[in-house]
């Protein structure tokens, strides 16, 4: 069987270019490694989504895109991407599954949490080391919880934590967060929270799960230790590309880099969403980069057409 378009990952924009290039009539597959919806299904609640003047949660407005885009004709699986052609004119994507073929690609594969890459952090990965809230939380009940990062997500997800803990401490490098005011008056504002300032975490300690952290100080260099029941890692995001390698133009960090049209080096594959060099990383962007993408499959599979 030969798509119209296949589209790797099915987060806000993988699903929001599948809506359209189905809704335009195109066979649309979209290859997803989880759940659908990305990073941003992990997320308890979206409160900058335009549409949702009281927020909507996460997983609740990412199935709400998967059913729009399968309602339009869209097919969804769960499967892998390990490996890709997209030199040539038709293009092929390799899953556990077997190969794919098709005329156009969109890559949205997202982006996963940056590891902080100390010792420890490995070992400990599910049974105390965490990088979701949502996931995790839950079993820290009563906890003295630590999270690792002073920027939207990190306070976002510290403030969920805070239904769960009895402490959630905010480690930061710097002297102040660098998330949107109402995000840090929030955290100021809730009692259970505290914060480590120009503080690193440089081990993760215990026996069979997190029992303390390494902190040192990065303005005095001064080193202690403090006991903790979790830590969750929040310092940014690393992009899910590694499957590329030699067939689109990736910068220095793994990004993938597109022109003005979110075109990509190979001719009729266009990128979208978190995994592309980009200024901003959230749903709505994600979105516009979503519809754009499809837009210019359109564009080339009716260039194609015209060519002959």
Known sequence: MLYDVIIVGGGPAGLTAALYTARGGLKTLVLEMGLPGGQAALTDKIENYPGFPEG?????????????????????KMERVERVAL???????????GDYRCRAVILAPGARPKPLGVPGEEAFRGRGVSYCATCDGAFFRDKKIAVVGGGDSAVEEALFLTRFGREVAIIHRRDQLRAIKVLQDRARDNPKISFRWNTVVTE?????????????????????????DGVFIFIGLEPNTDFLSGEVTLDPAGYIVTNPSLGTSAAGVFAAGDARVKELRQVSTAVGDGALAAMGVERYLAELEVGG
């Not at 199935?63 to 729009?68: I, R, S």
């Not at 030199?87 to 599954?97: A, F, G, N, R």
């Not at 993760?204 to 903790?228: A, P, S």
């Open 204 to 228: 993760i300690c215990g026996e069979q799960k997190v029992e303390k952290l390494k902190l040192k100080d990065v303005k005095t260099g001064e080193t202690r230790e403090e006991n903790f």
């Open 56 to 76: 909507i949660g996460g997983p609740e407005l990412m199935q709400n895109f998967a059913d729009q885009a399968r309602r339009f004709g869209a097919e969804i």
């Open 87 to 97: 030199k040539e004119q038709v293009k092929v994507i390799t899953t556990s599954q």
